[in-house]
């Protein structure tokens, strides 16, 4: 069976990670991906080291797998001559570009639509192209801080924190998997394309949920809480006697399931922690004594104990301890593929999975310009 986006064509005119995850979820679903470079540097994040492997960016192979890299520079008349057939026949295309400089190459969409108008065009942004920022290029590190986000993030007495991965472009890179599906579906009805307007702001400002929920609705400040849960007690890491667990007691009967466990009758009768509401006005209470009982026992042993009593509890990990553990090996999520100049590369896979349409076979990343001449044809 083929892979769900087998015959589309895509042609990826975007750089670093928004735009380079979107086009690599398009291509494990089968799309052929055309990643469009220029010949002199490539993507930023060739550049993007250490880490890297003999020389190759570990930044740019995290989000270019199973792509063809085109070398072109599109400043030039014969650049622009070489990239117009392609866009001409292309399914889809993605970019994030300043506003307005593509239209110089006569890569816009009002001009690509016209000639293609079954095109879906995926512009990615920082502030999206219409609104008073529309100019602005976006930053994943300052659109933390300007969608609120970083203020939600740190210890209550710290500083605001980002998070460890640039989680605004992946998520807006996801929201334009997303939206390109979605129009190619509408386009089997209509029959025509359309031009899509994903930005980070957008995208870091939905990833606001609740807490952006609950300001909507009371008009109160949310603040920081740590690695504990604003609405839900007890939903944080303890410290053991040798390590840490994350506990996640979502509800009422959960909690009593932790008292029994931890043999704490008293806590589980104690009407000041009966209902959540009662345990997140009580917090300051409730998670010493709980603190003082992780500590009796070790990580393993507590994990043991709590998920035999269906208390929701992870230990803390390394990067390298999950990636090497055996949650990783048991679903695939790491895989090898040959590459021509280390032999095998390691990569995390993609997470979608069909039961009647696999997912394309991943490929290494590709090396600057490896694939222009078989897309393009030959220079004349």
Request: aromatic letters at 6%.
């Amino acid at each position: 069976m083929a892979p769900p986006l087998d015959g589309i064509t895509v042609l990826d005119l975007s750089r670093v990670l928004a735009g380079p995850t979107c086009t690599q979820t398009l291509a494990d679903l089968g799309g052929e991906v055309w990643k469009i470079e220029p010949p002199d540097r490539g993507d930023d994040t060739r550049g993007w080291m250490p880490p890297d492997i003999g020389g190759d960016s570990t930044y740019f192979l995290c989000c270019n797998r199973s792509k063809k890299s085109v070398a072109l520079d599109l400043k030039t008349e014969e650049g622009r001559a070489r990239i117009a057939e392609p866009a001409a026949r292309a399914d889809v295309l993605v970019e994030n570009f300043r506003l307005g400089a593509l239209a110089k190459y006569g890569l816009d969409p009002d001009t690509l639509l016209r000639v293609n108008p079954r095109l879906v065009y995926c512009s990615i942004s920082g502030y999206g192209r219409t609104g008073p920022r529309a100019g602005e290029g976006g930053y994943d590190f300052t659109i933390q801080a300007e969608s609120g986000l970083m203020s939600i993030t740190g210890t209550p007495d710290g500083e605001p924190m980002k998070l460890g991965v640039a989680i605004t472009d992946l998520a807006t890179g996801m929201n334009a998997v997303q939206a390109i599906l979605a129009a190619l579906f509408a386009r089997e009805r209509t029959g025509r394309g359309q031009h899509l307007d994903l930005a980070l702001f957008d995208s870091a400002v939905a990833l606001l949920a609740n807490v952006a929920s609950g300001y909507l609705q009371t008009g109160q400040e949310p603040s920081r809480h740590g690695n504990a849960h604003a609405t839900v007690v007890p939903y944080q890491l303890f410290d053991t006697a040798d390590g840490t667990v994350a506990l996640a007691c979502g509800n009422d009967s959960q909690f009593q399931a932790l008292c029994a466990a931890m043999d704490r009758p008293d806590l589980a009768a104690d009407p000041r922690y009966l209902r959540n509401r009662d345990r997140v006005d009580n917090r300051e209470t409730l998670i010493p004594s709980l603190s003082d009982a992780f500590r009796t026992r070790g990580t393993d042993d507590w994990i043991t104990l709590l998920k035999a009593a269906a208390v929701p509890v992870g230990k803390v990990r390394s990067v390298g301890d999950t990636l090497n553990s055996d949650d990783v090996q048991g679903r695939g999520l790491v895989v090898e593929v040959p590459d021509a100049v280390h032999g095998r590369l390691r990569l995390v896979r993609s997470p979608l999975r069909f039961s009647d349409t696999p997912l394309r076979d991943p490929v290494a990343p590709p090396r600057l310009g490896q694939d222009t001449e078989e897309v393009l044809g030959p220079q004349t």
